[in-house]
C-alpha cells in the first residue's frame, strides 16, 4: 500500500479520503481531524477565506502541509465559477479548483453544462480542475478532453449522508474512465466510503458525515480506516458472487461418509 499513490496534477497522494472545512462547530477541530484522519486534501469555500481577519481565516486552520481544495461554491454559472477560481489562486490558494455550479436551489444538483464550460475554460489557464458533476458517461468524457484532472460523481444529494444512491452509474464511470474517479457528496457512514472504494474509486471526499458527527476527529478517523479497507480490498481483486451456496470445506468421503 506504501507505493498505491494517486496522482493528481502535480500531486501525489498516499490517503484516500479527501476531506471538507464546512459544518464544523469549531473551527479547532480541523487540524486535529486532519491529524486523525490523515487526510491529505481539503476543500474550502472561498467565502470563508478571509485574509483580513486572521483569527476568522479558516486557512489559519489548515496545515501547510495539506493541499487546498478551493471550490467554487455559490456559482450559478461558468463564469462565475470562473471567477470565483481565479481569485483563489490570486489569494494564494493555488491552482486545485473544485467546480461547484449549481442553479437547483431546492435538491442541490450541480449544472453538468455548466460545469463543461468552467472546466474547459480553468483547464486552458493550467488549473488542476476537479469538477463535481451528475454521474453521466458522455459528460465524463467531455470532461476528460477538456482537460478535468479528475471527475467527482456525487453519490447523493450533497449534505444528504444517504450513501451511494447512484452507485450503479458510477461503476459505468470507474468502467470507462481515463481519469480518476473521485467520489463526492452523500456519503454518510465510513462502510459506504469503504464500498466506493471497493467498487475502484480512487478516492472519496467526505465533509458533513464527519463534521456533524459527535465526534468529528474520531469519524475522522475512522473514514480514513474504511478508505484504506476498501482500497485494500479493491487491490487484491474481491472474490465473485454466487447465486448457489458453495462449502469452503469438502461435504464428503468424512466418517465413511458419501
Known sequence: ME?????????????????????????????????????????????????????????????????????????????????????AREAGCGEFIKIEVITDSKYLMPDNYETLKATELLAKEGFVVLPYVLPDLTLAKRLEDAGAAAVMPLGAPIGSNRGLETAALIALLIETRRVPVIVDAGIGRPSQ????????????????????????????RAFALAVQAGRMAYLAELAEQSSLARASSPLTGFLGGD
Open 3 to 87: 507505493n498505491d499513490v494517486l496522482q493528481l496534477g502535480n500531486r501525489r497522494f498516499t490517503n484516500r479520503l479527501f476531506t471538507g472545512t464546512g459544518k464544523f462547530a469549531n473551527n479547532a477541530l480541523i487540524p486535529q481531524m486532519l491529524e486523525g484522519s490523515g487526510s491529505q486534501m481539503i476543500t474550502v469555500a472561498l467565502r470563508r477565506v478571509d485574509l483580513a481577519a486572521q483569527e476568522e481565516n479558516i486557512l489559519n486552520y489548515i496545515p501547510k502541509s495539506v493541499t487546498l481544495l478551493p471550490n467554487t461554491s455559490g456559482a450559478r454559472t461558468a463564469q462565475e465559477a470562473v471567477r470565483i477560481a481565479r481569485i
Open 193 to 220: 466510503a469503504a464500498a466506493a472504494m471497493e467498487m475502484g474509486a480512487d478516492a472519496v471526499l467526505v465533509n458533513t458525515a464527519i463534521a456533524t458527527a459527535q465526534d468529528p476527529v474520531a469519524m475522522g
